[in-house]
């Protein structure tokens, strides 16, 4: 009965063991995001997912302006690291350009097990999986957040700057 | 049946109550046992699988036979009326016979009703086609250059659009040799949507347009150098800024404006053409 009992116990460590190294191997899990605007309203922003917590930086057209942050439950980690298994990384490429005038493009980052990859995107034209990974850490934008103070560097923004150009003069009023 | 003197007379409708509307939701033709398909512009004769006249377009499709119907594959391909200005992407309806895309309707109809956009949309008409009561009476030149111009619609948005050259064949001509640029609008706010259809056609397609009459290819030919490095979905619209500050403007600072002023006038949307201006240039660089 006793050695039941060790076994048993036993058991248990290991399966708590295996449990905590998942949990850590969802805190390595790391995303950066900035979106470019497209003709019109396109949301602009940037997003930061480090160790289960999402930063928002808000640029236009968006709800709000700013800085924010969101913490991660456990469904929505597990869902991040089931989307991250379902990408094939090895055959991810470093651009999926379009020849569509005024749609949205993306520029990533995703650190997991010691791997970078940096992926910039056109909408509609990266591997639906990876696309199904940006779009889901997009779309907790719309969960309750709160605002931050925590200085953020967005490392992806480089590639997708804003400009601003003056309309020209007007020519027959 | 009726009675009439003792003598029962069989009484039988005048037209029998029979649905027409049979492949490919054509109108069948079966008086005076003539049993053909009426298609828009000729006749199906489904005994033999072949149309009773040539494709008027048949210089477009020089690989098949003029009398071919689907391509010869009526499981892959559906017939097609074959203009140059292609419309069936967004005169789309739902189950219940009402248009989906109202709003991109109301704005492509607004905009081909402008002596303006109608004089431009003559460049890619086919001759014959009849579009929102319109009849183009000749053959455009972009037509006659082998460039359709499509456009389609896509659900309520942030009132935004975008253009592609064949976008299923990623910028490449289609089968036919032809080029296809494709126009989808989001619907909206009604001057939003104009403005949109009006800063695709004018800032993209025609762009393409040129890219492509240049030297036979869609690769940025037709952008100054220095812009050629931008993001594609920048490039053209860097150039537009720059073009509209010379002396004689572009197509959308000129016949644009003079469209979406007239729009402005319809819709109310800006108090005055100053602003209606400055609404024209809110777009990513």
New interface residues.
Partial sequence: MKTIKKYGILCGILLINLFLSNCKKNTNIELEIST???????SILDAKLINNILYFNFIK?NKYVGLYKYKLNKNESNKIISLVNSIQSDSLKKEY???????Q?YNTKLKYKDKIKNVFY?NNSAPKEYQNLINFVLNLKKKKLSKTDTVIKFQTRNK?KI??????????? | MQENNNQIITVRPAVEAVYKYMYQGQERQDELGLNLDSFKWRNYDYAIGRFNKIDRFSDKYYEDTPYHFSKNNPIYFIEMAGDSIITKNLYIKDKSNNYIYKSQIKAFEFFINTNTGKKYLSLFASKGQKIAGFLFKDDGKYHKKGIDLSFGGEPDG????????G?NN??KPNDNGRYSIEINIQGGDDF?VLS?LT??IF??ADR?VKDILDNGI?DNSNIDKDLRKK???SR?H?QE?RD??KKD?TLY??MG?QILKQGNKKYKKYEN??KV??S??????
């Fill in positions: 470019s605007g497209c003709y019109k309203n396109c057209n350009t379009s020849h569509i005038s005024d749609i493009t056109f997708v400009i601003n150009l003056p309309p020209p003069p007007n020519p027959n009023k | 942030a009132n935004n659009g975008d253009t592609g050259v976008n990623n910028g939003d949109t800063h695709e800032i993209h393409d869609l993001r594609f979905i053209h860097f800024n509209a500050r403007g600072s000129t404006y053409n100053k201006w400055n024209m240039w809110h777009f990513t660089y």
